[in-house]
């Protein structure tokens, strides 16, 4: 039988609790053949000690086969292949549930978080950052939700590198729907996370909780895009009190996409503001991958580089690139239908274009 999974299960229970009764007993093992009168002489609730005498009746050797067989990995902070990073922080979850390897200890691993609804512009950053990371070694960690999360995934996903989504739901459970094909890329090539068991539903109350997991399990995090007051700036706070470096993109003062970011800089946030220069200081130039980029623009005719070199992560408009192209209307648009088709770069709204990335 596996204790450190029944004790995983026992329902009603909060994670501090667990812990609080993991240090007393020794082990889930220890704790499940303590006799009643040792188990109520224990430093805990009496609705947490009803709760472990109940749960002795679980038939949890069958859910936990049940649970291998769909390929879902159990993890308790009693194996060594517990995360270690994970382990350090003050309220680790007992157990994790995991689809896919976890992150390499020996890896460096980045937490990248924003706001769900952000500009194209914060699209645009944290897909790079995620590429240019995975494409050095470095795991890419996020929440897989709409927005800066996912674009951080779909960077690493392109640089065929590793990537973590942390999930505020069951490992078995998609959401939000419209990251199915990024859910199942990740379950191809990186590891999903969650602290809850499979077919647990998304719901509000997870979310907060689970951020501290994606610090937790990171040696930094970055903030894209976030408002004053955004799920984001939980995750940099969680950072904080972990003892984790954080980094976030400076925007414009009257963009509320912005404000968060700025704030955090203005608390002492590290800046990022260039990701040449972010990667110098994180000492991962000249890695495998630093020369992708190279490879790509060589792939391009010269003056299609030329027109891809004046579109950047900020929304240009035609008139923009024609002033600095000097090219007529017609080389212009020939050009730029030709890298939306490469997949160089993307019309975001009618006559602007971004990269893609």
């Known amino acids: 039988m596996n204790y450190a999974y029944w004790f995983a299960s026992v329902p009603g229970i909060t994670n501090h609790a667990r812990l609080s009764l993991l240090a007393q007993a020794g082990s889930a093992r220890e704790l499940y053949f303590l006799p009643e009168r040792q188990l109520r002489s224990l430093r805990a609730q009496e609705k947490v000690i009803e709760a472990v005498l109940a749960g002795k009746k679980l038939d949890t050797e069958r859910t936990y086969m049940e649970l291998c067989g769909r390929g879902v990995s159990f993890i308790s902070l009693e194996d060594s292949a517990y995360p270690e990073r994970l382990k350090s922080i003050s309220d680790a ?3 994790i549930y995991a689809k896919g390897p976890l992150p390499g200890e020996q890896k460096k691993n980045v937490a990248i978080v924003g706001a769900r609804m952000c500009s194209e512009y914060g699209r645009a950053v944290a897909t790079e950052l995620g590429k240019q990371l995975a494409a050095r070694g470095v795991c890419v960690v996020s929440g897989m ?3 800066i999360d996912s674009a951080a995934h779909e960077g690493a996903l392109l640089a065929g590198g590793a990537t973590c989504a942390v999930l505020g739901c069951g490992v078995d459970v998609c959401y939000p729907r419209s990251a199915e094909r ?7 090539r990186g590891c999903i996370l969650s602290e809850h068991p499979p077919k647990t539903p998304p719901l509000a109350a997870y979310f907060p909780q689970r951020n501290r997991i994606i610090s937790g399990i990171s040696d930094l995090v970055v903030v894209v895009e976030a408002k004053e007051r955004s799920g984001s700036l939980i995750t940099a706070d969680h950072a904080l ?11 414009r003062i009257f963009d509320p996409l912005s404000a968060g970011c700025n704030n955090l800089i203005r608390q002492g946030a590290g800046i990022l503001s260039n990701i040449e220069e972010f990667i110098r200081e994180l000492d991962l130039c000249g890695a495998p991958g630093t020369s992708m980029e190279h490879f790509e623009k060589l792939l391009l005719e010269k003056q299609e580089r030329l027109v891809y070199s004046c579109v950047d ?6 008139e923009e690139l024609l002033a600095e192209t000097e090219l007529t209307m017609p080389e212009l648009a020939q050009l730029l239908a ?9 019309e975001i709204f009618k006559n602007c274009y971004i990269r893609r990335i």
């Open 182 to 188: 990024i859910y199942g890329e990740i379950l191809d």
């Open 338 to 346: 030709a890298l939306s088709q490469k997949g160089f770069i993307t």
């Open 93 to 95: 979850p007992y157990g």
């Open 241 to 251: 009190e972990q003892g984790r470096d954080i980094y976030a993109v400076p925007g």
């Open 145 to 147: 939700a709409r927005g």
């Open 313 to 318: 992560l900020r929304p240009k408009s035609i």
